[in-house]
């Protein structure tokens, strides 16, 4: 752990959550627009903050909770995105054919949680995936349209099969 500089100060979880916790949620409800969904983010954000590994001095802790709290606002916005995305396939659905309360949650659920595993891919290894999954192309036409070899296409595809087996562990 790098030595602060005379006359700098570094502060612990402790006393950054007992002097910034009011403002981080101020500043998420800001940004929300509702102050249940902030309380909970800002909640999750010294959680997050507990649960990083040694961790350097936080020397500038309002900069540091803004990082961490976009970060989680950012992930709280694709969730919703994907949520209202589900929700309208379903509306288009023949009442017959609409799923239980039960299996739209656990269908949302997967979503969300192939949606974490694309964004943590390379993403010519998104691209190869989806276009093998969704769109049924060959590994020579996904090669072409990536500009890659099907060689390069392989590593890709077992790239993305390695997250998938993952997040079947999950």
Avoid at 13 to 23: D, V
Avoid at 50 to 66: K, N, Q, T, V
Avoid at 83 to 93: D, G, V
Wanted: charged residues 20%.
């Amino acid at each position: 752990m790098p030595s602060l500089s005379p006359g700098a100060t570094a502060y612990t979880i402790e006393t950054i959550y007992r002097q910034e916790h009011g403002w981080l949620k101020a500043w998420l409800q800001r940004k929300l627009g509702t102050s249940n969904h902030a309380a909970d983010l800002a909640h999750d954000t010294f959680v997050r903050l507990l649960a990083a590994p040694g961790s350097e001095p936080i020397r500038e802790p309002r900069a540091f909770l803004r990082t961490v709290a976009h970060g989680l606002l950012v992930n709280h916005w694709r969730r919703q995105d994907l949520e209202r995305a589900w929700i309208e396939t379903l509306a288009q659905l023949p009442p017959a054919l609409a799923p239980s309360p039960e299996e739209r949650a656990m269908a949302l659920q997967t979503l969300q949680l192939v949606d974490a595993m694309l964004r943590r891919i390379n993403p010519k290894a998104r691209a190869a995936f989806l276009l093998s999954q969704l769109d049924g192309l060959t590994y020579a036409a996904i090669a072409a349209q990536l500009k890659v070899s099907e060689r390069m296409v392989k590593r890709y595809m077992a790239q993305a099969m390695f997250e998938c087996l993952l997040l079947e562990q999950a």
